[in-house]
DNA sequence: CCTACCGATCGGTAGG
DNA sequence: CCTACCGATCGGTAGG
């Protein structure tokens, strides 16, 4: 499973140069796993190739397989590189657990409108995530899972409902599958979807929904 | 464009059987169809290959070409016969056009529980659809324009409001993302959701928000 | 990291 | 509709 390293060293690897192979193969991982989100986000990942990935780093695709091993291997690495992108930038800013996580998504789905790469890349790939023994399958299930479970807890928590409520758990899918579908409306036609507004639309429907009886 | 018949007509085909080639030729299309919008829905269209579309129906991927002249001509016919057959059963049961769209679309979301492979099959197509110069792309641009206006108006007509209330608007499109992203958590865990009850919730809910104020 | 190669598979065409 | 073929491309491996 591991990757051997057998390359020659580089030859200025004396004292003089700090840089161990390992930081400057770490870099290397970094530009693939860039240039491999940027692929599969533009093609897909049954379409998009490794060469395409290779050529835009530099390299040849057997470099990429190299520090990868498979270009599923790469695809899993995308996808985590992708996560901690995100979650980077949810603890960044900062991590809503309660009622503020339903103000949050309104926000992120702004965010969104100018992140068309981004959201290009999520939509193909969990589009593609539902077929047949498709590699990404596992992770976006676990990570719905996941999603589903904060929403529902920010639900219960902005509506004084319990998070068993099955009506809770039906707005936290909701809410998610909202915005994705938004995102694939817009993705066809940028001009024929407000996200935020339509995304704070669902939430105060909902909310507001959830309070009554 | 047009795909020419040059193999040799039937050695019965005089007036003994009444079976022309053009409609063997159809009935044959037909079997095509079924076959393509499988392997499509569970691989994708970039994974999904003519040869397993032939082999199921029993010809060389030579004859599926024979038949409609390019991968791109087929998916384009799948996508087209897939809208037909949704169109025939929108008229079969009733063509609801006012609100009561609305309740068939709850209707429709219980329904596609039992139809797995249908509801795979548009995810996969959908998901790959926004990606660069894929053939799909316009027919489902096409698709969502049109549902959008059906949706607006069967919204305006249950609250009271114009087509032309941004509000109206973004709570059509909302519907119609519930609707897609459902079914995308539905296919990756299908205890996960409910779908039947999440549209039900949603279409309560921005009704009953759109009707105050 | 590259060169050089592999077998497999792909969509499509020619020609009957 | 098939056989037979094409060039292209694919992911992956060997071996340095």
Chains 1, 2 share one sequence.
Do not use: C
Request: overall charge negative; charged content about 25%.
């Amino acid at each position: 499973m591991s990757i051997p390293e057998y390359w020659p060293a580089p030859a200025s690897s004396g004292a003089a140069r700090a840089q161990r192979p390992s930081r400057r193969s770490g870099q290397r991982r970094a530009e693939i796993l860039r240039a491999a989100t940027a692929v599969f986000g533009e093609r897909g990942y049954a379409n998009g190739s490794l060469n395409e990935i290779a050529e835009r780093v530099g390299m040849t695709h057997a470099g990429v397989l190299h520090h990868f091993g498979s270009k599923e291997q790469l695809l899993i690495a995308v996808l985590e590189y992708r996560d901690d992108a995100d979650v980077a930038e949810l603890e960044g800013h900062h991590a809503p657990r309660g009622a503020a996580l339903l103000d949050h998504l309104v926000e992120t789905a702004q965010n969104n409108a100018e992140r068309r790469g981004i959201v290009q890349g999520y939509t193909a790939l969990l589009g593609e995530s539902v077929t047949e023994e498709h590699p990404a399958r596992q992770f976006f299930t676990d990570r719905y899972t996941g999603l589903r479970d904060m929403v529902t807890s920010a639900i219960a928590d902005a509506t004084g409902r319990s998070a068993d409520d099955p009506l809770v758990s039906s707005a936290a899918s909701v809410v998610i599958a909202t915005m994705d579908g938004l995102q694939t409306q817009w993705l066809l036609d940028p001009s024929s979807v407000d996200m935020r507004e339509a995304v704070r639309l669902t939430v105060e429907a909902l909310v507001a929904r959830l309070r009554q009886a």
